[in-house]
């Protein structure tokens, strides 16, 4: 079964700082990996989707990378800012199914 | 893009009742939905895949007669938590695509308390 885990499990940075959050998964079998963004008490925002043949998305300050055969995905975070505050989540499809990650709580000091 | 809505946004209720949570595709068809839950400080849990007309495929460890399922049609799945008790207290979150390799669109989710 695909395990997913996500490393840190919580972050705190200064206002302006660059950072990469990770994920890790077990079965390189994938479709694709999305990154997620949730607000406390919210439902999950799309962030980036990396389809298994790509190696790297980008939108705005974020960019997400995925190595499949290592198992691995960053997603990268340039001048961050506090509005970026929140739990971040990777997830990986495989056949039907989509596996989350534990989650990165995201708390940027203004 | 393409939105899901969930319905009710927050739900109360007492022991032994039973609780209907819609989820819809507002602007696209979904032949298949997933229900997940998510227990404070934890991450979504897959509970099951909800199919346009057929039965729902449940993950091990979910009851399927407590969590009923029905998709009965192609923007329309809702879940019925049955005879609903403190423990099933949890954030419920429906989520659909377009196909099997496009972006997940999720609900903004269901907050259900249990007393």
């Known amino acids: 079964k695909q395990e997913v885990t996500q490393i840190p499990a919580a972050l705190s940075v200064p206002e302006g700082e660059n950072l990469v959050l990770n994920c890790s998964f077990t079965d390189s079998a994938i479709y694709n990996l999305q990154w997620f963004r949730q607000d406390p008490g919210k439902g999950l925002t799309s962030l980036l989707l990396i389809q298994s043949s790509q190696r790297e998305q980008t939108s705005g300050r974020l960019n997400a990378s995925l190595d499949k055969s290592s198992g691995r995905s960053t997603l990268y975070i340039a001048a961050s800012q506090p509005g970026d505050s929140a739990t971040y989540l990777c997830?990986?499809?495989?056949?039907?199914?989509?596996?989350f990650g534990t989650g990165t709580s995201l708390t940027v000091i203004p | 893009g393409a939105v899901v809505s969930q319905h009710p946004s927050r739900v109360i209720c007492k022991s032994g009742t039973s609780v209907k949570i819609e989820c819809r595709s507002l602007?696209?068809?979904?032949?298949?939905m997933f229900w997940y839950r998510q227990f404070p400080k934890q991450s979504l849990m897959l509970m099951a895949t909800?199919?346009?007309?057929?039965?729902?495929?449940?993950e091990q460890g979910v009851e399927k007669d407590k969590f009923l399922i029905n998709h009965a049609s192609l923007t329309l799945s809702t879940l019925t938590v049955t005879s609903a008790h403190p423990e099933d207290s949890s954030f419920y979150i429906c989520?659909?695509?377009?196909?099997?390799?496009?972006?997940?669109?999720f609900g903004p989710g269901t907050r259900l308390t249990v007393l």
């Open positions: 602007d696209f068809q979904a032949t298949t």
């Open positions: 997830a990986v499809k495989g056949g039907n199914q989509f596996y």
């Open positions: 909800s199919n346009e007309g057929s039965k729902a495929t449940y």
């Open positions: 989520s659909a695509g377009k196909s099997r390799t496009d972006t997940q669109y």
